[in-house]
């Protein structure tokens, strides 16, 4: 089983700040990643897929990058509704797996 | 538009079953595979296990494996997910996905498992 870590667990940031999520496979993946946002009592939401493709919705403000075992997820500019908790996903081998997730909020 | 919607909310004794289901619209059913995560509550997202609508072809986590069956029903355009020999930590929201890399989720059931 392909165990995905995220760093850091928790990220405070002010509004209008750059954030920069990491995660990180224990073997390789390719591009086969995937990042979700999920607030409280919402379902996960897709942001990017293959890695850097940003999903359909999304706000250009996102961008993913990475392959192999390095990925990050960075938002160029906080806004008040991108307050929430992160997960990554890999799709590349059975089973998928998530990372832990990282919490985004308000420094 | 894309739209999964999954059954309501349910209660169940352990050693019960529990059977999910996740209507598609909006799309061709068969060309998309379907992923199951659960969630319980205060925690992160689990993969539970995927099927291929094309196929019937399925593919669980270790940790439910033996217990879980996933089938879909493509006259409907509807997946099921259904639980066995339910535990207390089972105990979560179970989400449907479409595609590997869950681009259109339903919205959540939950279900509890409590004596």
């Known amino acids: 089983e392909i165990l995905m870590t995220q760093s850091p667990a928790t990220l405070s940031v002010s509004p209008g700040e750059r954030a920069t999520l990491s995660c990180r496979a224990s073997q390789s993946i390719g591009s086969n990643l995937a990042w979700f946002q999920q607030k409280p009592g919402q379902a996960p939401r897709l942001l990017m897929f293959?890695?850097?493709t940003r999903a359909a919705g999304a706000p250009a403000r996102f961008s993913g990058s990475g392959s192999g075992t390095e990925f990050t997820l960075t938002i160029s500019s906080l806004q008040s509704e991108d307050f929430a908790i992160y997960y990554c996903q890999q799709y590349d081998n059975w089973p998928f797996t998530f990372g832990p997730g990282t919490r985004v909020d308000i420094k | 538009q894309v739209q999964l919607v999954q059954s309501g909310a349910e209660v169940k004794r352990p050693g019960a079953s529990v059977r999910v289901s996740c209507k598609a619209s909006?799309?061709?059913?068969?060309?998309?595979?379907i992923i199951w995560v659960r969630q319980a509550p205060g925690q992160g997202l689990e993969w539970v296990g995927w099927?291929?609508?094309?196929?019937?072809?399925?593919n669980y986590a270790q940790k439910v494996q033996g217990r879980v069956l996933m089938t879909t029903d493509t006259s409907t355009t509807t997946a099921y997910l259904e639980v066995r020999s339910l535990r207390s930590d089972d105990t979560a929201v179970y989400y449907c996905?479409?595609?590997?890399?869950?681009?259109?989720w339903g919205q959540g059931t939950l279900v509890t498992v409590s004596s």
């Open positions: 293959i890695a850097s």
């Open positions: 909006g799309y061709t059913f068969r060309t998309y595979n």
């Open positions: 996905a479409r595609a590997d890399w869950g681009d259109n």
């Open positions: 099927i291929s609508v094309y196929s019937g072809k399925t």
